[in-house]
């Protein structure tokens, strides 16, 4: 073999270091999310994409810098079905409006539509549909150094998923209640009180009434 040529081994090798990129993923998703690179595409190292578990206290994720060619997937799950709050606080990805470099947000239960993509303002709060959120970070081909990509708090919320308990059943005694019957004191009549005017007038036959009060006891007077 002369020393311009090389053998099928090297030429392999060689294949596949040009086409070696900095994909990422949490396990099990690189099939559906990875994209299609081409070998002219640099090789960029990258350390980002995980699972990571949410807490119902807020925690705090920072992509770190974005390069040409980035692309990471970060996966955030609830522990047992609860919900999944995410606000992210920064963005700084070149602000065009085809948005090539980006995070992108997918909150909905179905992960196969695109997401929110942000690259020019943060936006507050997302809230899964599910018990998941993923994160895609991507920095284009021609995308220059200098960017830090973003900067994110997340957090569980509601009851999610819980065990039924188990329940103590007590058996007691019924309660008897002895009815009593309340006696009153006797009550009595008050004095009488003054004749009222006649109803008719002088020479008629008339009426006149006084009243008195009953007092005392269940107000019962004999």
């Not at 690189?30 to 949410?54: F, M, Q």
């Not at 995070?103 to 303002?121: H, I, N, P, W």
């Not at 065990?163 to 009815?179: C, E, H, I, N, S």
Request: charged share 20%.
């Amino acid at each position: 073999v002369s020393a311009k040529q090389f053998c099928p081994v090297q030429m392999m090798a060689t294949l596949i270091q040009m086409t070696a990129k900095s994909v990422v993923v949490p396990k099990g998703m690189a099939e559906r999310t990875a994209p299609n690179w081409s070998k002219h595409d640099p090789i960029v190292s990258a350390s980002c994409g995980e699972e990571l578990i949410a807490t119902p206290e807020m925690q705090t994720l920072e992509s770190g810098p974005v390069y040409a060619n980035t692309y990471c997937i970060w996966r955030i799950r609830s522990p047992a079905g609860q919900k999944v709050e995410l606000t992210i606080n920064s963005v700084n990805f070149p602000c065009v409006d085809s948005c090539t470099s980006y995070v992108e947000v997918k909150a909905t239960l179905t992960k196969t539509t695109t997401g929110a993509r942000l690259c020019c303002k943060p936006v507050n709060a997302f809230y899964s549909e599910g018990d998941e959120v993923v994160l895609i970070f991507r920095g284009d081909s021609r995308l220059q150094p200098g960017y830090h990509g973003f900067k994110a708090q997340y957090r569980f919320y509601g009851a999610g998923q819980t065990v039924a308990p188990t329940l103590t059943y007590t058996t007691r005694k019924p309660t008897k209640y002895t009815p009593t019957t309340r006696r009153w004191k006797s009550a009595s009549w008050g004095i009488w009180g003054e004749w009222s005017d006649c109803s008719n007038t002088c020479g008629g036959c008339g009426r006149r009434t006084r009243v008195r009060g009953c007092y005392g006891g269940n107000r019962e007077c004999p």
